[in-house]
């Protein structure tokens, strides 16, 4: 029997259904370097705001992520994806969240970053 503290365990995600390439591929996922990383006590769940260079066509965007499980320290410098074309989401304290920052989500819902190689450079496309 499956822990009710644990909604997204694998065994109780329904596959979702199907919505084709093209809606895939409408995505814009690209790689970026964490540049700034700020505590977000604003937020009702604990979050960071994150700034990341997403090289020289896109620049430099900020989020708002709940990845608190990492040191802000050791999220300086590290490769991450995002999905930059989902649209700005402003939040209730006026900060504008400019990407989706991506990663896995653990049986708790803890976020667990995608990891890119040190080689991939900002901007660099994920297909």
């Known amino acids: 029997m499956i822990d009710s503290s644990q909604p997204y365990h694998p065994e109780k995600l329904e596959r979702k259904g199907y919505v084709g390439a093209d809606a895939y591929f409408e995505l814009d996922l690209r790689s970026g370097v964490i540049l700034k990383v700020e505590e977000f006590p604003e937020m009702r769940k604990p979050s960071y705001k994150i700034e990341v260079d997403f090289g020289p066509v896109i620049g430099k965007l900020w989020s708002s992520a709940q990845i608190t ?59």
């Open 69 to 127: 499980n990492y040191a802000c320290g050791d999220l300086i410098g590290r490769i991450v994806v995002g999905a930059l074309n989902l649209g700005d989401k402003t939040l209730p304290t006026g900060f504008v969240s400019q990407f989706l920052v991506l990663g896995a989500l653990d049986p708790d819902g803890t976020v667990r970053l995608l990891e890119l190689p040190e080689e991939v450079m900002p901007g660099s496309m994920v297909a």
